[in-house]
Structure formats: C-alpha cells, structure tokens
C-alpha cells in the first residue's frame, strides 16, 4: 500500500539531487524480504509514477541495490529512510552502496505504515481482532502518532496559484487510502482542465455517508496523501458537502468532476450535493476506466487476512530489531 509516509521519502530524495528514479520492487521480491504485496506491480508502479516529486519509475527493481545497479540507470547515489532494511537473509540490503559511499538516507515518517494501515483495516472489520491479535506495535508507527504538522503541508503543497488562463477542476470525495482509482480518476480529469481543486470531506461526513467503519486514514493524513499526487494543485480542507453557488463563485469553478459512484451518493435527508453544478451546467460524469475503490483494496485485505496478519506480526518484530539497531547507531554516532 502506498501512503503519505512513502511519498515524503521521496520529497526528501528529490531534494538530494535534480532528477528522482525510484524503484519498484517485484511482488516476488516483496513476499521474500518483507511479506505479501497488497497491491499488484503495475498497481504500485502507477501510483509511484504519479508522486510529484518522482521523474523516472524503474520495474522490478532488486531489493539489495548495488553499485552495478546504480551505474546502469545513471544514478550518483542511492536514497532511503533511515531505518536499516533488511533482507529475509538479514542482511543490509544498502551495504554495498554504504561501503561505496554512495548511499543518503531520508528522516522516516513517524505515525504511519503499511503494518499499521493493514491493522487498522482488520481491526475494523474482522471480529475480535484487537482481542485475538498477538501483534505487537511498530516503534516507528507509535512514535508520536500521526501529527501532521503546518510545515510538511506547506513542504508537500504544489504551491502554484491559479491564474486568469486557467480552466478550474474541482472534485470532492473522501479519498480515503489514496488508490489506483484515485490516480486514474485525477489523471483522466486532467485532460477537461489545467487548475485541479480536490475537496476533501470530514471524517464525520465520510461517516454519515458510508459508516462508522469509515475512514480508514484521518482527514490530514489523506490531506498529505492527496498533495503528494502531481495532478492536483490545490485542496480545500473539511470541503462542504453540498455544492453552492457562492462555492463556485469563490473559488471561481468551471467544472465539477465526479465518477458515476459519486454522483449517486446521497446522505439521507439531504439534497443532491451536486444540484446547483447540474443546474449550471458545470457537471462533468468522468469515467476513468478504472472501477477500483477502497472496498477493493479492503476486501484483499480480509480475503487473505491470516496471511496479513502473519505478515504484520513478522513485520513488526523485523522493525523492532530495525529500530533497536538504528537506535544503537545513533547513539554511537553521538558519542564520536
């Protein structure tokens, strides 16, 4: 699963050079070295590829990068967060490049993981899972929790104002767990404009709409998750429900795009969110090709769910040594 901790990896390696070419590891890969992938490769591929900061996406990446590797695609050096990743051998998958001195590494994004996402998910929707689960908890997911800050928003924001030339785009929806359908729906919405506004709802409308089991991710983690996707340019924070006039007019809208789901979705007693686009002609039913949702990606999780949750128990115990190691680094580092 991609979420906003991977995306800011890779703002940081941007910034260590000009031009980004970022990984992506095969499934088989993944199933040795850390558990089975949610998402399929070209799945994560697509959703890699559409990450602002990334110029390049190289398949079936190897997991233990090498210098040979580095030269092949041209790279002066080689990125990655600053826990120690490991391989199923245990060994440092960056040693090679360590050695050579051509390895950086990135700040790690605390309060957020694939582990964590996964349980979430489970501990949701599978009866008694908190109860029964022997899972202990990833330090980097508890260190602080999930606190996005002024800072990071600012640090993922495109940042570019519309101006006069501009056809303007806005397209509200939860955008939960942030998907392949969602990247396909912006991007096929970038063709009917150039200015692209997402409204992001509350975690309490989301609710009244689809259930106490909803979001899975909080308002300001799709908030970072959403800005990390190069096809939008700017977000309105807990966007109104229903659609006005003076909406439109504020943020000077030409076009309201939905998919076909959307524009049925009614929460009851209330009128048709998009009554007042419609009866100004400026909506737009989008069909991406693409039909993905987050009930989807949900439901692969439960279809496999003992297969999940064996994955988060390896994978929390292999980050608590991670972490144990990169805390014994640390602080012999301080002590030269």
């Not at 692209?196 to 909080?218: A, Q, W």
């Not at 006039?245 to 076009?255: A, G, M, V, Y």
Request: glycine share 6%; hydrophobic share 35%.
């Amino acid at each position: 699963m991609m979420h906003y901790g991977h995306a800011n990896v890779l703002r940081q390696a941007k910034s260590f050079g000009s031009f980004l070419i970022a990984g992506v590891h095969s499934s088989e890969e993944i199933a040795k070295n850390k558990g089975p992938p949610v998402l399929t490769l070209d799945e994560r591929a697509k959703l890699l590829g559409s990450v602002r900061w990334v110029d390049q996406v190289v398949i079936n990446a190897p997991y233990s990068t090498s210098v040979k590797t580095l030269d092949k695609f041209g790279c002066d050096f080689c990125v990655h967060s600053e826990d120690i990743a490991l391989t199923a051998e245990g060994v440092d998958a960056y040693a090679e490049i360590k050695a050579a001195g051509r390895y950086r590494f990135s700040k790690r994004t605390p309060g957020v993981s694939t582990t964590d996402l996964i349980g979430r998910i489970a501990s949701r929707f599978v009866e008694d899972y908190n109860k029964n689960s022997q899972i202990k908890e990833s330090p980097w997911t508890t260190m602080g929790g999930s606190c996005p800050t002024s800072q990071i928003i600012a640090l993922f924001s495109s940042l570019r104002e519309a101006n006069s030339t501009d056809k303007i785009i806005y397209v509200p929806g939860a955008f939960d767990c942030f998907h392949i359908g969602h990247v396909n729906f912006l991007e096929s919405i970038r063709k009917h404009g150039s200015y692209i506004i997402v409204g992001l709802y509350s975690d309490e409308t989301i609710r009244r709409y689809k259930g106490h089991n909803f979001p899975i991710m909080t308002l300001h983690e799709r908030l970072l998750s959403v800005l990390a996707c190069k096809y939008v340019d700017n977000i309105v924070i807990d966007a109104p429900y229903n659609i006005t006039s003076n909406f439109l007019e504020r943020f000077k809208i030409d076009l309201v795009c939905c998919g076909q789901a959307a524009n049925s979705i009614k929460i009851n007693g209330t009128e048709d969110p998009y009554k007042e686009p419609k009866r100004q002609g400026k909506l737009k039913i989008v069909d991406s090709g693409c039909s993905f949702t987050v009930e989807n990606l949900i439901n692969r999780i439960l279809k496999d769910r003992k297969l999940y949750a064996k994955r988060n128990q390896d994978k929390a115990k292999k980050e608590i040594t991670q972490y144990n190691l990169w805390q014994k680094i640390q602080t012999e580092a301080e002590a030269k």
